[in-house]
């Protein structure tokens, strides 16, 4: 059973998240589902993202420590999420490849920020792949 619901992140533009989020999300088969003018709402099937301006109306703030890893259907999407996410505003915070030193063999995957400074990982092969 998932034990998550969903997962959030604060913004500070719907506009620009979802330019970035639509075709980022889409590398690893997910669409949008649903905008209003203060959240934009991702899954495949149903929702499990979202982004969206702080409810208190004050500013979003990046969560120093936290990211959100998306299950990549391949090796070759977790790098199509990277050049996705460095070609649209996203920064490198590590290249796709085969991490060693995680707890489980063949784990492939990549990490990001997105151009809010939210930390982003897409993953082949983990936790939750089997």
Do not use: W
């Amino acid at each position: 059973m998932n034990i998550i619901d969903h997962l959030s992140l604060g913004v500070s533009s719907i506009d620009k998240a979802t330019s970035f989020y639509d075709g980022l999300l889409e590398t690893l088969g997910v669409g949008c589902l649903a905008v209003t003018d203060t959240f934009a709402a991702y899954g495949d099937g149903s929702v499990q993202f979202l982004v969206m301006k702080p409810e208190d109306g004050k500013s979003f703030s990046v969560g120093n420590g936290t990211h959100i890893c998306f299950i990549a259907p391949s090796q070759e999407s977790v790098d199509s999420f990277h050049k996705y996410a460095k070609n649209n505003g996203g920064i490198c915070e590590g290249m796709p490849g085969l991490r060693t030193n995680y707890p489980i063999p063949g784990i492939y995957t990549a990490f990001i920020r997105d151009p809010f400074g939210n930390k982003l990982e897409a993953i082949f092969n983990g936790f939750n792949s089997k």
